[in-house]
């Protein structure tokens, strides 16, 4: 890895044994009746960065912990409560965002984000759910277009506050301006309900595909981003042809064949030519083997 990767916090995957086991956790997790979101992205982190073992693991939830124990008594309504954890978090604390933090893949790995204090929107908002939730507090992430804020309280009196920017509290016409940036739409009610904890997950392994994306050198990121992603209840189901490519492009023509061909027979009852054109493209893989 060159001097320039890690100084943009590139870390490596752990060996094939460690990576089998947390990709089974991670599937047993987001399979679960309840998922755990601080587990999830913790198992993210494990399965992205050989240097997170089991005492690693339990250090970030003891850290989420104490930073809960930190927050007032139940401040009161929920802009008591967005005060509050902004304080502590954006303010005592330190967490924000920048905007070099987006070429970083650790800003997407939690006990990275913990440890640093830095992350993407959507990993400071992972931080204040987190914190917020163990001390009690009415919250839930918002996925607004392109930014990742978090809600306080129901509909009625919903306050919205964002982490990447220490926590400040939003009014309407912040909200109205954060999604007129990213979409040049305006904002609707729909886009301010909480958002699913599994949705949330899967949003992180996208930021990180999409990090690894125009990195060619991190195909291994991209690979078990896409595996860790498949294995969720919900996922697009080209994620199969995104890992079969991954696998080609990394040498294993055997198995991208395979997947191809299994993406071919998913895709062949609702679109026949784009099945035929990836049965082509696995019998090219194979021909690679000669």
């Not at 956790?25 to 960065?49: K, M, N, Q, V, W």
């Not at 926590?167 to 729909?190: F, N």
């Not at 992180?204 to 990121?221: G, H, M, Q, T, Y």
């Not at 054109?277 to 893989?285: I, L, N, P």
């Amino acid at each position: 890895m060159s001097g320039f990767e890690l100084a943009l916090g590139a870390p490596c995957p752990p060996p094939p044994e460690r990576a089998a086991e947390v990709l089974r956790r991670f599937a047993e997790e987001a399979r679960g009746e309840r998922p755990d979101l601080s587990a999830l992205c913790l198992l993210i982190g494990a399965a992205g960065d050989e240097a997170l073992d089991e005492a690693g693991l339990d250090a970030a939830q003891m850290e989420l912990d104490r930073l809960a124990g930190r927050l007032p008594y139940r401040p009161g309504g929920p802009l008591a409560w967005a005060r509050a954890v902004g304080e502590l978090l954006g303010g005592r604390s330190g967490f924000r965002g920048s905007a070099a933090d987006y070429q970083r893949l650790d800003s997407s790995l939690l006990h990275e984000v913990l440890r640093r204090r830095r992350g993407l929107p959507i990993l400071l908002s992972v931080v204040w759910m987190e914190v917020a939730r163990r001390a009690g507090a009415p919250v839930y992430g918002v996925a607004l277009p392109g930014h990742f804020v978090v809600g306080f309280g129901a509909a009625g009196e919903q306050v919205l506050a964002d982490p990447f920017d220490g926590g400040r509290v939003l009014t309407g016409p912040d909200a109205e301006l954060l999604v007129a940036g990213a979409t040049g739409a305006p904002l609707r009610s729909s886009m301010l309900e909480p958002a699913d904890p599994l949705d949330v997950v899967l949003r992180v392994l996208n930021n990180i595909r999409a990090w690894a994306a125009v990195r060619p050198e991190r195909s291994d990121v991209a690979l078990w981003a896409v595996e860790l992603s498949l294995v969720l209840p919900s996922h697009p189901a080209r994620l199969r042809y995104e890992r079969a490519q991954l696998l080609v492009q990394r040498g294993d023509f055997v198995g991208g064949a395979l997947e191809l061909d299994a993406y071919a027979e998913l895709v062949s009852a609702v679109d026949e030519s784009t099945a035929e054109q990836v049965r082509g493209q696995a019998q090219a893989a194979r021909a690679l083997l000669n």
